[in-house]
């Protein structure tokens, strides 16, 4: 419990961190947001009148403290460009992506897991071959080419799935798959080696004295402490996905969180960049306090420290 | 018949005792395949275990005691390791023969195996009832209760204190010797005939081993159990042994009752180990070490094993492998045996 609150501690303190630095990186950034909303024939009496409206021309950390003081009474404030209300946006987008994320995540695991099992428990057949061939491959490929590669083959060629767009299930299969392939790629390594390790340990001995079936030994409790650095790392998966969904997002269209993240960015639309990567940091965040959680329920030996 | 059944039979006479043995070992070969070729690291290895007796296995470490135990309970490593001949006779069946699936009966049911290191022998994030439970739910049919009252039982038993809170406890909750107590309660739950157990004292602290070898020796007499126990060490042998197989490099070299074995020892290397050991009421000060090391698996002597470390080898020992002989109940292997 100790560790879990001084965790908690240090996410609170990374998450204020972040917020000043997200802050000053959008100010810092150049581009002008100005623009976005002005006409490019506005004059420059014009042009200052509207910086004064937002407050452009105060010192940075005074907009700091104001920006903070009006998130905490959720008025997120409209969107620069067309004037969209933000918490709108993000109700609309967050649940496009979280229903994109939560894919990604689930085949991460539903996939990653059985293939690095299978691959440690028939160490060094061809079967480990493939999947160990598959995991390098996984890793290797950057997940826009990949995107590019199932969208030429999947849609283009094979006609199987629509190449982009958004909701139904047929939209979501690439997309998800895409953004799940690194992590997956990286699971099957983590669980096989994870596996093997345990395999070697002396209570696998213990237990098989016992009389216990080897589908017991390998698929309860081998797999089981081979759980404990899968889980412990399964935050940092959740934060692989939130910055390739920016990527994944904007090539398959699906209007999620990280394509609007993008947009605003180039746009220079800052109450909207600089609410949505607040957002990404928090969940990223908190995808790792949510780790040392599960790795502290995960091992019993740090549970009661 | 064999010159080892000849051996643990003139034994067994000499023991007064007549009993059938309960688990007999029959020109056993276990051999460890390398890139450079397969070798016997378990070489003809003989003996019988008999009802409620006490069989120590002595011998320094990679002689083979281990991967003999391991032979019996079918653990072994296999590959690279693999008995490639001989029988292990166990209630009329070759356990060599028997499919896993059919081992995994006798294990814990009928043969218990208990290890050297308990800290790392134990499954870290299960609970000492949760592994309990699972092994007494494998062999018997009860219910979640009745292991429970089972496994406190057994605990209580084995001199664990607060029994019921240590069933719900964690490995890393316990210490050494506590966590042995587990090993041995959850090896004994079932009732076993034999109880093997690999150095069980060996990682533990002195004063827990005193503990651990009293509790051992309590059980197996409460229980009409017989025991395989195998060590390195000579005192844990005088405490505790009903007779003594003496291993070196792969080969049982003498095999005696423990009386025996420590006032007349007819093998060079057993004389040696005896010399090496402090004795208190022995007049001898000064302890011999025995010169030179074991061979390497790869270039063992083609005649006894010994032959390059024995003071007394003969022409005949660097030439001709020692046969199994037998002199008033003792078995050994040696062309040249000396009085002691």
Known sequence: ?305 | MSAATTATGAAAAANGSTDAPVLSVRNLHTAVATPEGSFDVVRDVSFDIRPNEVLCLVGESGCGKTITALSIMRLLPTPPVRITSGEIVFDGTDLTQLPERRVRDVRSERISMIFQDPLTSLDPVFTVGQVMTEVIRTHRDATKAEARDMGVEILRAVGLPAPEERFDSYPHELSGGMRQRVMIATALVLDPEILIADEPTTALDVTVQAQILERLRAEQQDRNMSMLLITHDLAVVASIADRVAVMYAGEIVEEAPVDELFSNPRHPYTQGLLRALPHASRKRRELVPIPGLVPPMQMMPPGCRFAPRCPHALEQCWTDHPPHEVEAGVGFRCFNPQPF
């Open chain 1, 1 to 305: 419990m100790k560790r879990i609150a001084a965790r908690s501690v240090y996410t609170l303190i990374v998450l204020l961190l972040s917020s000043i630095a997200v802050f000053y990186a959008i100010r810092l950034s150049g581009g002008d947001a100005v623009s976005a909303r002005l006409p490019a024939s506005a004059s420059y009496e014009e042009r200052e009148e509207f910086r004064e409206l937002l407050g452009l021309n105060d010192p940075v950390h005074e907009q700091y403290f104001r920006y903070m003081g009006r998130l905490l009474t959720f008025d997120l404030g409209k969107s620069l460009t067309n004037n969209a209300d933000i918490f709108d946006m993000l109700t609309h987008h967050g649940k496009n992506s979280l229903i994109l994320g939560a894919a990604a995540f689930a085949l991460v695991f539903a996939i990653g897991v059985p293939l690095g099992i299978l691959a440690a428990v028939r160490r060094n057949s061809w079967a480990d071959g493939s999947v160990m061939t598959f995991s390098v491959a996984g890793m290797a490929v950057p997940n826009f080419w990949l995107a590019l590669l199932t969208v030429w083959l999947f849609a283009s060629t094979l006609g199987w799935l629509p190449s982009a767009g958004c909701c139904s299930f047929k939209q979501l299969i690439l997309p998800a798959v895409v953004l799940a392939m690194e992590g997956i790629a990286l699971t099957v390594r983590m669980t096989r080696s994870a596996m093997l390790e345990n395999l070697g340990q002396d209570f696998v001995r213990t237990l098989r004295a016992g009389g216990l079936s080897e589908t017991s030994i390998i698929g309860k409790h081998v797999l089981r402490n081979a759980m404990v650095p899968i889980i412990s790392l399964a935050g940092l998966r959740i934060g692989q996905i939130v910055g390739y969904a920016l990527v994944v997002e904007t090539i398959f269209g699906w209007p999620g969180l990280g394509q609007v993240l993008v947009n605003a960015v180039l746009r220079r639309d800052y109450p909207v960049a600089q609410f949505f990567s607040l957002v990404l940091i928090t969940i990223v965040v908190l995808s790792n306090w949510l780790a040392d959680v599960g790795y502290t329920v995960a091992n019993p030996r740090l549970r009661k420290s």
